[in-house]
């Protein structure tokens, strides 16, 4: 098992930054892939970026590459999130998630799952 839990989200003006944070804790950290997935209202859950185990290797949808960028630092049982250039799209509850096996962008790829936190970005 692994339990993760995000902070860091808040209300931004648009063109701003925000950084979130995601602890996790339980099963060795280090051997999980990471990812960020956002839902907004009324719509689905998506990728938003991935680390693998390591760190050397990341993934970013492509309404977020060179504005967001993910991170980890395995000693402290911590993924992050920089958020720049923030829009009002990008409003949404932000998620932690953990895979057990591979790394991938669906959600059902995913094994472990934060709370959320809300981002919400005014224009």
């Known amino acids: 098992q692994v339990q993760l839990v995000e902070s860091g989200g808040g209300l931004v003006q648009a063109g701003g930054s925000l950084g979130l944070s995601c602890a996790a804790s339980?099963?060795?950290?280090?051997?999980?892939?990471m990812a960020w997935f956002r839902q907004g209202p009324r719509k689905e859950r998506v990728f938003v970026a991935g680390v693998s185990w390591s760190g050397g290797s990341t993934d970013y949808a492509d309404f977020v590459k060179g504005r967001f960028t993910i991170s980890r630092d395995n000693a402290k049982n911590t993924v992050y999130l920089q958020m720049n250039s923030l829009k009002p799209e990008d409003t949404a509850v932000y998620y932690c998630?953990?895979?057990?096996w591979g790394r991938g962008t669906r959600a059902d790829e995913y094994d472990y799952w934060g709370q959320g936190t809300q981002v919400t970005v005014s224009s």
């Open positions: 998630a953990a895979a057990s």
């Open positions: 339980g099963r060795k950290f280090s051997s999980h892939a």
